[in-house]
């Protein structure tokens, strides 16, 4: 069975095999690259175990199949070449095309004639597209133009961000424009109309589409409104190998210490954490906030604050307002394991987000047993199960999000309960070989 792969990023494994820079993005996806390699040309070590009998029946399934990738690369550079990737060196079709990744709104369709050579020369038997909104998404199902044969992969979903994008903002901050926001076209109503001219391409692609795969109520009711004639296939995620390993401790956490693992732009939230942030240091006031990904707080001195963003801006002022210079600190981008030691550093985990699907974030705490506290939006109470696999609060409600802080804070046994609780579902729920398993099924039935 051929399956062509269309991906937003150039994978880690390829990249590596170019020699080029690549994006930690994406974590999830090269999970389940890493499952195809790892089943290439080879057998499971025979053990009269379940487990055994799980490998070979992974390991039979995925003998068949032969999978080309493709991938934004540079302009006038298009790539088609045969890769040996992993440690067995099973060998993929590895296809580049050119498109403007700082405006993935605007469409191209020479995008078009790049799909039409790839689709002609590796000649699949079902395409596989994750990821709905870019235009080289559309690109690819248009001109395959097999519904029958086309497999959408839900992440996001951009009609709900751009709904969802000012986050309750005050008036004043969404109108608001700094030099940067001018200069680089980029305020926080331009991001929103971004997200609103993504979505008219997400409707096209998935109108497209006969199947699609998604892990929520919430994926799979957006995108029945949009396509109630796909057929839909539940499928959960693998999230990346190194969060399978170790496990979060109360004895050896920083107390008192949030970890959050982005705040760059409103739809994440990050201003209703600061707004919960008075009452829990009433109570702790110790309490630190630290925050993964791109500083927008102009931290860097005043060079670094004419660079800063609306929200970056709004941000700070609530700093100020809140009293919480010294307890907010952002880390910057990190590798994965700087971000696994700064979860099982953390004391809890929080997820703010106006809107989100499945956060990887989400996943990746719960994984190593961090307790995590998440907004009731969107899909995430279809991977947060209240005070099973972590503690929900109302999209927005600063309140309920101090209180679940608090909870968490002041009572170490049901702390420690949640984690142990929420570890054991999220092993089973992103399980490698079951997911893998699921996805080859899937494969099956379409093929």
């Known amino acids: 069975m051929k399956v062509l792969w269309v991906c937003n990023i150039m994978l880690p ?85 050119y498109e403007d990744l700082t405006s993935p709104e605007n469409y191209d369709d020479r995008m078009e004639a790049r799909f039409a050579q790839i689709l002609a020369d590796f000649k699949p038997d079902l395409v596989h597209i994750f990821g709905t909104e870019f235009g080289h998404a559309y690109a690819c199902a248009k001109v395959w133009n097999k519904p029958e044969k086309t497999l959408l992969g839900i992440q996001g979903l951009c009609g709900s961000i751009a709904e969802h994008y ?50 929520t109520a919430f994926d799979q009711a957006e995108t029945n409104k949009i396509n109630p004639g796909a057929q839909y296939h539940a499928m959960n995620e693998t999230m990346r190998s190194g969060f399978y390993e170790g496990s979060w401790s109360l004895t050896d956490c920083r107390r008192h210490e949030i970890f959050v693992s982005q705040a760059d732009y409103p739809l994440k939230g990050f201003h209703y954490l600061l707004q919960a942030m008075p009452a829990v240091l009433g109570k702790y006031p110790d309490a630190q ?39 907010v600190t952002v880390l910057g981008r990190m590798q994965e394991e700087q971000m696994k030691q700064e979860y099982l550093s953390a004391h809890l985990f929080v997820c703010p987000s106006a809107v989100e699907n499945s956060p990887n974030s989400v996943a990746e705490a ?82």
């Open 289 to 327: 906030i630290k925050v993964a990904g791109n500083s927008i707080l102009g931290t860097g001195g005043f060079k670094s604050r004419l660079k800063l963003p609306a929200y970056g801006k709004y941000l700070r002022r609530l700093i100020r307002q809140y009293g919480l210079e010294g307890h």
């Open 166 to 215: 000012y986050a309750d903002l005050p008036q004043s901050v969404i109108n608001s424009v700094t030099l940067r926001d001018f200069l680089k076209k980029d305020s926080i109503r331009q991001q929103q109309k971004k997200f609103e001219k993504r979505a008219q391409t997400e409707k096209k692609t998935i109108s497209l589409a006969g199947h699609i795969t998604g892990r």
């Open 13 to 97: 494994a390829i990249a590596q095999a170019l020699s080029e820079e690549y994006s930690v993005r994406e974590g999830w996806l090269s999970g389940i690259l890493g499952r195809v390699l790892e089943t290439a040309d080879g057998e499971a070590q025979k053990e009269e175990t379940v487990e055994y009998d799980r490998k070979e029946q992974i390991q039979k399934a995925a003998g068949n199949l032969e999978l080309g990738i493709c991938f934004p690369g540079k302009s006038g550079a298009d790539l088609s070449v045969r890769l040996p990737l992993g440690t067995k060196k099973k060998e993929v079709a590895c296809y580049s095309f």
């Open 366 to 447: 719960q994984l190593l047993g961090v307790p995590v506290a998440a907004a009731r939006t969107g899909g995430i109470p279809s991977v947060v199960k209240h005070e099973q696999s972590g503690l929900l609060f109302d999209k927005g409600n600063s309140q309920q999000l101090a209180e679940a802080v608090l909870r968490i804070f002041g009572d170490d046994a049901f702390a420690e309960e949640l984690s142990e609780t929420e570890k054991g579902l999220a092993h089973s729920q992103y399980d490698g070989d079951v997911n893998f398993r699921r996805l080859l099924e899937i494969y099956g039935e379409i093929a």
